[in-house]
T-cell receptor, first 112, second 114 residues
Framework: GENVEQHPSTLSVQEGDSAVIKCTYS??????FPWYKQELGKRPQLIID?????GEKKDQRIAVTLNKTAKHFSLHITETQPEDSAVYFC???????????FGTGTRLLVSP | DAGVTQSPTHLIKTRGQHVTLRCSPI?????VSWYQQVLGQGPQFIFQ???????GRGNFPDRFSARQFPNYSSELNVNALLLGDSALYLC?????????????FGPGTRLTVL
């Protein structure tokens, strides 16, 4: 069945460093790849997404890359700040209805 | 504009009982999806409804059911509750019905089954 693997499960960086989170998906029909940030006790919030017809997308300090051949996609955060500390989830969705298959999450801790 | 709202915020039930969770989508959004998030894991898809019709169902038992009303709000019902049903139940709304439409999540209902 559909599966999304996410690594690492935890990531600790110093303020100002870059952080990279990687995901692999199994369903080759997947065409939409959002990334969500979830702070403790709060709802998941979309931070960036990419569609299968695009290889890279950037929004200020956040970028996402997609390799359809390898079925990999990654989140890159530059110049990390303490407020970036949260759990980040990748997800994948196939054509048709809106089922998002989520990864297991990465807990990012940015130390001042 | 109000975001997605869910009620109740918290709920405590005992095994065997049933529960109804409610969701109001963002104004103008016609699609509602339900997810279950167990502590420490990513959300798991339960249902999607669009224009009052079920568009998709995840790998959950028949104890889970849902419906969508003419005003696009939705209910998730869970019968014969088990301890393993304890989780955060998230509702997400979007404008369109297909993959690629941004889904906006509500704050969730935290269900505890004792």
């Amino acid at each position: 069945g559909e599966n999304v693997e996410q690594h690492p499960s935890t990531l600790s960086v110093q303020e100002g460093d870059s952080a990279v989170i990687k995901c692999t998906y199994s369903d080759s029909a997947s065409n939409y790849f959002p990334w969500y940030k979830q702070e403790l006790g709060k709802r998941p919030q979309l931070i960036i997404d990419i569609r299968s017809n695009v290889g890279e997308k950037k929004d200020q300090r956040i970028a996402v890359t997609l390799n359809k051949t390898a079925k990999h996609f990654s989140l890159h955060i530059t110049e990390t700040q303490p407020e970036d500390s949260a759990v980040y989830f990748c997800a994948a969705s196939s054509r048709g209805f809106q089922k998002l298959v989520f990864g297991t999450g990465t807990r990012l801790l940015v130390s001042p | 504009d109000a975001g997605v709202t869910q009620s109740p915020t918290h709920l405590i039930k005992t095994r065997g009982q049933h529960v109804t969770l409610r969701c109001s989508p963002i104004s103008g959004h016609k699609s509602v999806s339900w997810y279950q998030q167990v502590l420490g894991q990513g959300p798991q898809f339960i249902f999607q409804y669009y224009e009052k019709e079920e568009r998709g169902r995840g790998n959950f038992p028949d104890r889970f059911s849902a419906r969508q009303f003419p005003n696009y709000s939705s209910e998730l019902n869970v019968n014969a509750l088990l301890l393993g049903d304890s989780a955060l139940y998230l509702c997400a709304s979007s404008f369109g019905k297909a993959s690629g439409n941004e889904q906006f999540f509500g704050p969730g209902t935290r269900l505890t089954v004792l």
